[in-house]
């Protein structure tokens, strides 16, 4: 991997708008401390530089407002073949995983995504054997879904083996995932991969994505979602990654309706906290495929005792039972017309 | 008011750091665009400018992050005796006032904040009919209380007048509140006004405070604890901003040891979702006097369907019972520190 942090003469680590406008109008940039960074020092002179030694995050699909992480040191740059891949030490958020400009993953607070994502679908059913997932190449799902004892199986399929391997050297504590023996990778397109999946094969899929702008677009379409839903075992759940209600709720509407035409068992929307992403909140899709039923809502495999077996995981930081059930209430806004949708 | 947008004479909007220190080191202030904001052009000429056309919010409170909004209009800059205040037009969160340096309410948000202040110590005791509001000046808590039919006084203490005349000017929607003819306004220190109130005036006091620094510091202090206890009823409720759980857990710890002290009923920390707050989220420190038995957690005094006598205030967009009790539930991290406080 060190060789790979040479990558950056061909990467403006600035981002490029999706809509094609430079971002003179008051964008925002990256600009990071120089010394010992192993970076290229012409091409971050070259940079444009807004905040002096912070990181801040703009993106048209959260317009007019950006968060900001002061920068200690640039730990990677590197661009691989679906994205430009930045690692950087904050001053106050650990570690911090950037992938085409937007952070995907911090060690202060990756707790309550990874954990969220993987315990709500994983705890609304019993014993859970069987479960792929999808994206979540830092590996954070992977060490959630170890944490469960009945699991036997559980499949990955990332298409960016960068992001694997710069897990892997720098969130040891989140790509500890890859270390359980159940665990097998499939680097590639998950899209591709499903669709090869014999019908009925998981118990659950976890599609840990980044949002629909960039490599991740496929996963918020219909096509991807019936390749889910036949992929699953009758009454299997899937949790997908659904974006936040204060910024996104266009998206959520399309999913939740895609989802309910799809998944004939139990659509529904939860949310959670998570300081660093846009809006301070993310949201998860739990739909079940026709069969015995879920209750979402209601966890009938709860995990909050049980962590004999998760040692090198550390202790769950975020999830209990509490959390699980309030994670479905939802701010009267977003009910409306979640609910609208949902029936 | 017009006339005190010209007092930015003296006003470097650039935010003084209680520390002392100055913000050269990656700090973050305001810059704004100058055409038609009446404001004088050499001072803001000589702001530091680092986001051209963006606020950004920093503070020792919330080291190594600052969350940024795009400015397309100062409407007013003062300074009062006690802080400075701006309110611009933002790009996409609507109208924003900021006390030294701080977001206060964006119109697109508030209704979270103002909502969940109010809502849970309202709904959590029967027919509750004399309410005092600490702070609060912008008057959405006032707006939020006069949606209860049973109460038939509302007192407010605010120690600055120019946050009235400013919310009252430029938030008419929030400053509403003020048109109840229940509502009694006091301007003055809240800490001076609870000591002479005659015990047991109360059945709820809520103390809508900005942070503990600057002049609400004394609001988050055991004494003034003390003051809003005497000055409830037996079995009345406190609820009182409290910060983030990913933040400022150190306060909170002692926030709660303070309060268990003092108040012999119950304890209970409760949380929502402020995309503009810093980290996303904002605590409620929710407490009863000895007396009738108060369970926050499970509201008696539901006000879900009834808006009937709330037409000028428009409707709920975010509380509902769910939520209610949903806010109640905490992560895992939080959860061990507090309830081991709580005791």
Redesign the interface.
């Known amino acids: 991997m060190a060789e790979e942090s040479g990558v950056t003469a061909d990467l403006p680590v600035k981002r490029q708008r999706e809509d094609g406008e430079s971002e003179d109008?008051?964008g925002?940039s990256v600009s990071v401390e120089l010394e010992d960074s192993g970076c290229n020092h012409n091409e971050l002179e070259n940079m444009s530089s807004?905040?002096?030694?912070?990181f801040?995050e703009i993106s048209p699909m959260w317009?007019?407002?950006?968060?900001?992480?002061?920068v200690e040191k640039i730990l990677f740059q590197g661009k691989s073949e679906y994205q430009n891949v930045i690692v950087f030490q904050?001053?106050?958020?650990g570690k911090v995983l950037v992938l085409d400009g937007v952070i995907q993953l911090t060690e202060r607070?990756e707790?309550?995504y990874q954990e969220m994502i993987t315990h709500l679908p994983l705890c609304s059913i019993p014993n859970p054997k069987k479960v792929l997932v999808i994206g979540g190449g830092d590996g954070g799902v992977l060490r959630e879904v170890s944490r469960h004892a009945s699991v036997e199986q559980i499949d990955i399929c990332e298409i960016d083996k960068m992001v694997i391997d710069v897990s892997k050297q720098f969130f040891p504590r989140v790509a500890v995932g890859y270390e359980d023996s159940r665990v097998t990778l499939h680097i590639g397109d998950g899209v591709a991969f499903l669709k090869a999946v014999p019908q009925g094969t998981y118990d659950a899929v976890i599609v840990d994505s980044s949002d629909p702008i960039g490599p991740a677009q496929e996963l918020f379409k219909k096509p991807f979602f019936e390749s889910v839903a036949k992929a699953l075992r009758p009454g299997g759940v899937m949790c997908t990654q659904a974006e936040s209600i204060?910024?996104h709720m266009h998206i959520i509407e399309d999913i939740v309706s895609n989802c309910r035409q799809i998944f004939k068992g139990s659509v529904n929307y939860a949310?959670t906290?998570?300081?660093t992403?846009p809006?301070?909140?993310i949201g998860f899709m739990l739909c079940s495929t026709e069969g015995p039923t879920v209750d979402f809502k209601h966890p009938v495999n709860p995990i909050d005792a049980d962590e004999s077996h998760c040692k090198s995981n550390g202790?769950?930081?975020?999830?209990?039972s509490?959390?699980h059930?309030?994670?479905f209430?939802?701010?009267?806004?977003a009910?409306k017309v979640i609910d609208s949708k949902a029936k």
């Open positions: 109008n008051g925002v807004v905040i002096p030694g912070w801040s317009p007019g407002e950006a968060h900001s992480l002061k904050s001053s106050t958020y607070d707790c309550a204060w910024l949310w906290t998570v300081p992403y809006s301070g909140v202790p769950l930081k975020f999830y209990n509490e959390m059930t309030a994670a209430c939802l701010p009267s806004f009910k």
